[in-house]
């Protein structure tokens, strides 16, 4: 009978004859935090030569998923991973690995230091760090490529992707791919070592297939692909070391990795790996929430055929509802389209889109919604279209269906007002395209039920978006702050920079497009609508108006991309500034009386993100945000705010509260009623706390 000995909490060992299994059982994931990495060097020092063989295995989910992400910048704690995992390597007793679940980063590195590697049928294993900011810092980059190869291991370490077992068997980062239990597993193939029907060997023994021009052009690629990103680079550069002995490997692997350890986009890329948890670890998203078993969507165009494929693809039957068939029919083009789509980029195979299509069912009729547990309306944005739509939906809905809409910026206690069940209305706002946009967020109504506002956040997790508790004002969290801070861009063209310097600006601080291609991309005539109906509801009377040009542009109907004219022309393939829209920045110029300055990118860059700042600030102040950290997963999931400065207000901490308060005091000295100092920055400069603290207070 196997007897067990308990070495700490999360390490035990499990004897049966001349097998020594042990289990590593250290919730939720199996990090190896110290206790893992003492409780495993105690573990093999306990065994000593009892054993013929020794497998470790994990409890729970999964095996080891990496490091414990929460020691990050904190200080270290010995034994390091590399030194665990180098003793096990040199243990003269064979050790072998069974992995279930998923096996990344230091998870991978552990198994690749054993001796063989079993893979539980399902399995994965990757190297993730590159995700966050680092590379493998435990031998990866040395091991993996003595296992499978250079190529495997430069594309396994670069994307961070995770690899099924088959896979990794046919590549030889694993051994064996066998099915069942992990423990009976472990036991069953450690007797086979035994039996000499499972063979063994160090890694360390085995030379790389090592080729200089391997790395020489992928390192040219990486540079070239993300020009902003460090830890790419160093990844090449520690594989590159995988030629020479591995305990020199290792060395130059370790500096690399302190390298990224210490860059502030380790510590952004880490923020954004928690905060996407963060945001729906909060007590509005838990409790009983209602089914979501059938949901409507009224409206075809591109929101609401956008958001039935994101409904579809999670399995969710959806009835689409439209006013006409032409309507109807362009909508269920439309939804074809994003779920062929899905299929030509690998998300989604031929089967699952057939069936999600299966499960659409489109109607002109309203009243086919009557069983529907959600009704998502995503129709033009008028209010009274959509009051009217509501009033409908109060009689037409069966009691307890959730009634969202996906407004962007519109009063949801308006629409509220229109139903009988205010209790039952929320606000889901998708970002376009919405099957590909994976931002969600979730507006609050002054009567939202608990349970309906929880469903939000059920919804979310299913369409496997990230959900963000939003408050009601104009434009919620993200569109508030973006209608703030877009208007710096308008007016530094009007005093001075060209549209492109400001792209180019912006795009070399790391946006995946500079604010004047995403107006082309968008359309022009979207913001021109918004401009006009600020002016009608008499929004902003007295602030400096910046729309001039964006409106002369608009008003010749140079849309941008979909009229292949805007602020750039798009007809010759990349798009060119359109020598017409300098005419008319010179015109309003003149007008105006400005005379052109002259601004550096970084003036450009720091108006920019000082205006975004202020205005993020001002939500978390006003409570529309519950968190800083809200926002900054608002703007990484919806803006293409680039992941590695972590957020808007994670990129303010880097500033500080005392500097942000000086740049706004300084640039209001120009336009008062636009520069203003957030009260809480000047509390926050004041008392010296940060956004990060804040989030702590949650
Ligand atoms: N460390 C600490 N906590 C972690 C963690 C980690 N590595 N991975 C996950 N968690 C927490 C997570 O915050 C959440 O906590 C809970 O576990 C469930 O996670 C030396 C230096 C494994 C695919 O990058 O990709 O090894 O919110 O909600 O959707 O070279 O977690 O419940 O409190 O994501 O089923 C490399 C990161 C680290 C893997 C599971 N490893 N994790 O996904 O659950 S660096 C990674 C994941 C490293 C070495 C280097 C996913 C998952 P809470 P979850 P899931």
């Known amino acids: 009978m196997a007897e067990t000995t308990s070495i ?110 079993v893979a539980i049928e399902g399995a994965k294993i990757g190297l993730p760090e590159v995700l966050l900011g680092l590379l493998p810092g435990a031998g990866g980059t040395q091991r993996l490529p003595r296992l499978s190869g250079l190529p495997f291991s430069l594309d396994v370490i670069l994307s961070g992707r995770q690899v099924p077992a088959k896979e990794a068997l046919e590549k030889g980062a694993v051994d064996r791919v066998m099915s069942g239990e992990p423990r009976d597993v472990a036991l069953a193939a450690a007797q086979d070592v035994l039996a000499g029907k499972l063979s063994t060997r160090k890694t360390k023994n085995l030379t790389a297939d090592y080729d200089a021009k391997v790395i020489e052009e992928t390192l040219a690629g990486v540079k070239k692909k993300n020009p902003h990103l460090i830890s790419p680079v160093k990844c090449v550069e520690a594989v590159a070391a995988c030629n020479k002995p591995l305990e020199e490997g290792l060395k130059v692997e370790r500096q690399c990795f302190i390298d990224c350890m210490q860059t502030p986009q380790r510590a952004g890329l880490i923020h954004a ?25 009224i409206g075809g165009g591109t929101m609401g055929s956008g958001i039935t494929t994101s409904c579809l693809m999670a399995g969710i039957p959806v ?23 899905a299929v030509s980029r690998g998300k989604m195979s031929a089967e699952k889109r057939d069936a999600a299509l299966a499960m659409l069912e489109p109607s002109l009729a309203m009243e086919d919604l009557a069983d529907v547990d959600l009704v998502i309306e995503a129709v033009f944005e008028k209010m009274e279209i959509k009051k009217e739509i509501f009033g409908k939906l109060d009689t037409i809905c069966k009691k307890g269906a959730i009634l969202a809409s996906n407004t962007s910026y519109l009063d949801v206690n308006k629409i509220a007002e229109m139903t009988s069940r205010p209790e039952d209305v929320l606000g889901l706002h998708f970002f376009s395209p919405a099957h590909v946009m994976r931002l969600l967020e979730i507006v609050q109504g002054a009567k939202t039920a608990p349970d309906v506002l929880a469903t939000g956040f059920a919804l979310a997790k299913r369409l496997k978006k990230v959900g963000v508790l939003a408050q009601v004002c104009d434009g919620f969290i993200g569109n508030r702050i973006l209608g703030h801070y877009s208007k710096v861009n308008a007016f530094l063209v009007l005093d001075g920079a060209s549209p492109q310097q400001v792209d180019d600006a912006l795009e070399r601080f790391g946006l995946a497009m500079g604010p004047h291609k995403v107006g082309d991309l968008a359309g022009l005539d979207i913001g021109y609508m918004n401009r006009q109906r600020m002016k009608e509801e008499g929004l902003d009377p007295n602030a400096r108006y910046g729309g001039d040009v964006a409106d002369r542009i608009a008003e010749k109907g140079w849309y941008g991309r979909k009229t292949g004219k805007g602020y750039y022309l798009y007809d010759a393939g990349r798009p060119v500034p359109n020598p017409e829209v ?58 293409g705010f680039p992941r590695f400065r972590g957020g808007p207000l994670h990129y303010a901490d880097t500033i500080g509260a005392e500097e942000l308060v000086r740049r706004i005091e300084a640039y209001a000295k120009e336009d008062p009623n636009y520069w203003q100092v957030p009260e809480l920055l000047r509390k926050m400069a004041a008392d010296g706390t940060t956004f990060a603290d804040l989030n702590k207070e949650g």
């Open 582 to 639: 300098e005419t008319i920045i010179d015109e309003v110029r003149a007008e105006k009386g400005i005379t052109p300055q002259s601004f550096t990118d970084e003036e450009i860059v720091d108006r920019y993100m000082t205006a975004m700042i202020s205005e993020a600030a001002r939500v978390v102040e006003d409570g529309t945000a519950k968190r800083p950290v809200d926002v900054d997963m608002v703007f990484l999931f919806g803006y």
């Open 8 to 117: 700490n909490d999360v390490i035990s060992i499990g004897q049966e004859g001349d097998v020594a299994l042990i289990c590593i059982d250290n919730p939720p994931v199996n990090a190896t935090g110290q206790a893992v990495r003492q409780g495993l060097l105690d573990a093999m020092a306990q065994i000593g030569t009892s054993a013929k063989v020794i497998a470790i295995y994990c409890a729970g989910r999964t095996f080891v998923a990496g490091a414990d992400i929460k020691e990050f910048g904190k200080t270290p704690l010995p034994p390091s991973l590399p030194d665990v995992l180098n003793q096990i390597e040199d243990s003269e007793i064979p050790v072998i690995s069974v992995i279930h679940g998923t096996a990344l980063g230091g998870g991978l590195e552990l198994a690749l230091a054993t001796h063989a590697r």
């Open 319 to 341: 009835r689409l509802i439209e006013v006409a068939q032409e309507g109807l029919d362009r909508g269920v083009a439309t939804i074809t389209k994003n779920l062929d789509g």
């Open 273 to 297: 790996f928690f905060g996407e948890r963060a945001v729906s670890n909060i007590p509005e998203a838990k409790g009983d929430t209602r089914p979501l078993d059938k949901i409507g969507v």
